[in-house]
T-cell receptor, first 113, second 114 residues
Framework: AQSVSQHNHHVILSEAASLELGCNYS??????LFWYVQYPGQHLQLLLK??????LVKGIKGFEAEFIKSKFSFNLRKPSVQWSDTAEYFC???????????FGAGTILRVKS | DSGVTQTPKHLITATGQRVTLRCSPR?????VYWYQQSLDQGLQFLIQ???????AKGNILERFSAQQFPDLHSELNLSSLELGDSALYFC?????????????FGEGSRLTVL
């Protein structure tokens, strides 16, 4: 069964700092990759996704992620965070031959103003 | 607003009881998914239905069951409740299968078992 590991459970940054959240997955086949975000008191929503093609994908609100197949990684980045980026971020993996979207444990990001 | 509606938003009940959580998917979405979010287990996939039929099963306990009705809404039934069942239960929907994994989530039903 596939699994997803997120390296940090809590991250605290100051505004304008750069962000990188790590995500690694274990699955031998082809996968679709996602980052979801959950703002305080809100539902999960899609931040960005990778299906195929350019391994560097851009999402909403200035976020981007890079798929490195050899490392089974899909790290999330943002050059300069804002206070409004405070949220919990989930990496998720879905094998293209399966129906289960498996989430990582989540990373809680707090941005200090 | 994702278009996915879940009721109730909050539910407090006692151990041993049974509850039903309801989910209405986005208009046009045929697949419904249930997830459980707790502090110690994170976001766990429970079960998926597609157009009324069970399509995938995750870490769903035998005390839990779900179904999807002809109008595509879904219900998650939790019985013989235990303290550890206290969690946020999310429903999500997607357009169809093959599943690309892009899900739209409801706001969740927070269950507290006392």
């Amino acid at each position: 069964a596939q699994s997803v590991s997120q390296h940090n459970h809590h991250v605290i940054l100051s505004e304008a700092a750069s962000l990188e959240l790590g995500c690694n997955y274990s699955y031998g086949g082809t996968v679709n990759l996602f980052w979801y975000v959950q703002y305080p008191g809100q539902h999960l929503q899609l931040l960005l996704k990778y299906f195929s093609g350019d391994p560097l994908v851009k999402g909403i609100k200035g976020f981007e992620a890079e798929f490195i197949k050899s490392k089974f990684s899909f790290n999330l980045r943002k050059p300069s965070v804002q206070w409004s980026d405070t949220a919990e971020y989930f990496c998720a993996v879905n094998p293209v031959d399966g129906n289960k979207l498996v989430f990582g444990a989540g990373t809680i990001l707090r941005v200090k103003s | 607003d994702s278009g996915v509606t879940q009721t109730p938003k909050h539910l407090i009940t006692a151990t041993g009881q049974r509850v039903t959580l309801r989910c209405s998917p986005r208009s046009g979405d045929l697949s419904v998914y249930w997830y459980q979010q707790s502090l110690d287990q994170g976001l766990q996939f429970l079960i998926q239905y597609y157009n009324g039929e069970e399509r995938a099963k995750g870490n769903i306990l035998e005390r839990f069951s779900a179904q999807q009705f002809p109008d595509l809404h879904s219900e998650l039934n939790l019985s013989s409740l235990e303290l550890g069942d206290s969690a946020l239960y999310f429903c999500a929907s997607s357009v169809a299968t093959p599943n690309t994994g892009e899900l739209f989530f409801g706001e969740g039903s927070r269950l507290t078992v006392l």
